[in-house]
């Protein structure tokens, strides 16, 4: 029987090397676990490509900065870098702080083609990732229809971001919880402790609290304070460096390395 012949391993390099890199694009925190979770999530990545190019750049706070990191990758030869903003909404740094930094990057690198991601959110990957958090936490698959959730997001003052989170609240309640509030650490309204406290008062004897953030830092830590003061039977970790977020990571890179179907082209 006629096998078709498999690529050879310089076939297969040489492909490799012509990849684009990807660029994860973090916004970067003072609290040193943010970097240490963003930089476990694109080691495991890298497990998941191995062979393609993967680096990480903060718009604040951390090193390498985004425009270090395309500096250097242009002056090592690469031709074509997909930005790929970590972040799990299309909210201001989306919009306007991660296009404005790769336009000028764009302008002082000519050689450098980049193309921006589109952001993580939303996903059936991400509800994965979320709901395996609450499991880690001590909530059983067979307790979501006695148990209230909180979907604790970063907040935003952009209504499409508000937008998505009402939308992923609405969809995990038909997942088998018995209500399920969004709650914002900023910007919007309501705060986590207000979200627990309404689930109380209809009557919802049991309550998780969901952060729909990527990584520790001062919001999770606000979204953390307000579930324990206002008595949340159960606190899930942050989605962290979770296998379904890499896979994410991966689908959107992709997406976005085929012209055809690029969200953004920076560079001609």
């Known amino acids: 029987m006629h ?13 490799r090397r012509c990849a684009p890199a990807l660029l994860v694009v973090a916004h ?33 706070f951390n090193a390498p900065s985004v425009p270090r990191v395309l500096e250097r990758l242009a002056s090592e030869g690469v031709r074509e870098v997909v930005a790929l903003p970590l972040l799990l909404t ?9 296009p404005a930094v790769l336009h000028e990057a764009s302008a002082r690198l000519p050689q450098l083609r980049i193309r921006q991601a589109e952001v993580l959110g939303p996903s059936p990957l ?5 709901q395996q958090r609450l499991y880690e936490s001590g909530v059983a698959p067979g307790d979501k229809r006695s148990t209230g959730l909180v979907l604790a997001s970063a907040g935003s003052t952009d209504p499409e971001a508000i937008a ?15 209500a399920v509030r969004p709650a914002f650490a900023s910007a919007a309204l309501p705060r986590t402790d ?8 209809e009557g919802v004897r049991r309550v998780a609290v969901a952060p ?6 001062f919001l999770p830590d606000r979204i953390a304070r307000g579930a324990r003061e206002a008595g949340a039977d159960v606190l899930a970790d942050v989605l962290g460096p979770a296998p379904e977020l890499a896979r994410l990571l991966v689908e959107r890179y992709e997406q976005a390395r085929v012209p055809a179907r690029a969200v953004r082209v920076l560079a001609g």
């Not at 998505?164 to 018995?178: D, F, K, M, Q, S």
């Not at 729909?212 to 830092?217: E, N, R, S, T």
């Open 3 to 15: 096998r078709p012949a498999l690529p050879s391993p310089a076939t297969s390099l040489a492909g």
């Open 28 to 60: 970067g925190s003072r609290d040193p676990r943010h970097a240490a979770a963003v930089h476990a999530l694109t080691r495991r990545v890298r497990s998941l490509r191995p062979g393609l190019r993967v680096e990480t750049g903060f718009l604040d």
């Open 90 to 98: 299309r909210a201001f740094h989306a919009k306007a702080d991660i």
């Open 164 to 178: 998505v989170i009402a939308e992923i609240a609405r969809e995990l309640r038909h997942t088998g919880w018995c």
């Open 194 to 201: 207000d979200a627990v406290r309404a689930l109380r008062a």
């Open 126 to 130: 991400l509800l994965t990732a979320l």
């Open 212 to 217: 729909y953030v990527i990584a520790p830092g």
